[in-house]
């Protein structure tokens, strides 16, 4: 693994292609890890002409984890926030928006186009806001703006997100069903859940890192975060906006208001996409990716 200290903190990254061409970073969503960008979809990017860096976020995957935090108190979070109070979390999205343009410095990279997947796209969104002269696109995917107003998710989805799994290591079939559930409840219907496939994708994240309370310390992270709206107003740089027509987790709403955001964004609605990427959508994806790269 290469390994680089990071703001205080251990980020787990990997490289494609040719190490002088413009770089691309792809941030991760929510409890997941750079594995879900897999390597068939970072080696069709790194064969169009970029450097393509992808990362474990901290507190997933390999990176340093914060899991020396107490359990986080959601009802009291809530609390804090509907009062107009800063509650203690461990980093915020600022944090991890600052752990992106960090690894940049580590590796000597002036400039990348960033690209990021759900809370992935609120990272990437901060860093375009905060670093314009480090940001040169931006692609957003499957994300959305922060504005309060928004539709929220489906009911079931919300549930099945924040039940607790089962321990992998003393139950893995419990494990298994309660992951694969949710991935094909938010997954879309233009395209085959390919359960074998994303079998293999959860165990292989559990044998890289298990640590259940990292979750709840993203969503915290998120939820201080706040409308982004003002920040994304800021953005100059080329953006394209991707979100899935059956998206359940971040309606299309989210990814619309998230473009009228942006002064000059384009957004591409997926017909039978949801809150995944299947590698039906890998062409399609990486199009867009390099067409809004190419307009810099």
Same mark, same amino acid.
């Given at each position: ?126 860093? $375009? &806001?905060?670093? /314009?002269?480090?940001? @040169?696109? =931006?692609?957003?995917? #499957? ?6 107003? +928004? ?107 998230? $473009? &009228?955001?942006? /002064?000059?964004?384009? @957004?591409? =609605?997926?017909?039978? #996409? ?6 039906? +959508? ?15």
């Amino acid at each position: 693994m290469n390994i680089l200290k990071v703001n205080g903190v251990d980020l787990v990254y990997d490289s494609f292609g040719n190490e002088n061409d413009e770089a691309i970073i792809l941030i991760a969503g929510l409890g997941t890890q750079m594995i879900r960008w897999t390597v068939p979809f970072c080696r069709i990017l790194a064969a169009r002409g970029f450097r393509v860096i992808r990362f474990d976020n901290r507190d997933a995957g390999c990176s340093t984890h914060f899991s020396h935090y107490r359990a986080l108190d959601f009802d009291a979070l809530a609390t804090a926030l509907m009062s107009g109070q800063r509650p203690g979390i461990p980093y915020t999205l600022d944090d991890m928006s600052d752990d992106a343009i960090g690894l940049l410095d580590a590796l000597l990279i002036d400039r990348a186009h960033f690209v990021g997947r759900s809370m992935g796209g609120m990272i990437a969104q901060i860093a $375009a &806001s905060e670093y /314009p002269e480090r940001v @040169l696109s =931006l692609t957003s995917i #499957m994300s959305s703006s922060g504005n309060p107003a +928004l539709p929220q998710s489906a009911p079931d989805v919300m549930a099945m997100m924040t039940k607790p799994a089962p321990n992998p290591f003393k139950d893995e079939a419990g494990f298994l069903a309660h992951s694969l559930s949710f991935a094909k409840r938010i997954a879309g219907t233009g395209y085959p859940f390919e359960e074998d496939a994303y079998r293999a994708l959860i165990l292989e994240e559990v044998q890289r890192a298990y640590d259940p309370g990292s979750v709840g310390r993203q969503i915290a992270a998120i939820a201080v975060s706040g409308d982004r709206r003002p920040r994304l107003a800021t953005i100059k740089v080329p953006v394209l906006v991707i979100h899935g027509v059956d998206d359940p987790l971040f309606v299309p709403a989210c990814g619309e208001d998230t $473009a &009228s955001a942006i /002064p000059g964004a384009e @957004l591409m =609605l997926v017909n039978g #996409m949801g809150h995944d990427l299947p590698h039906q +959508l890998y062409k399609v994806t990486a199009d867009g990716i390099e067409r809004t790269a190419r307009r810099n």
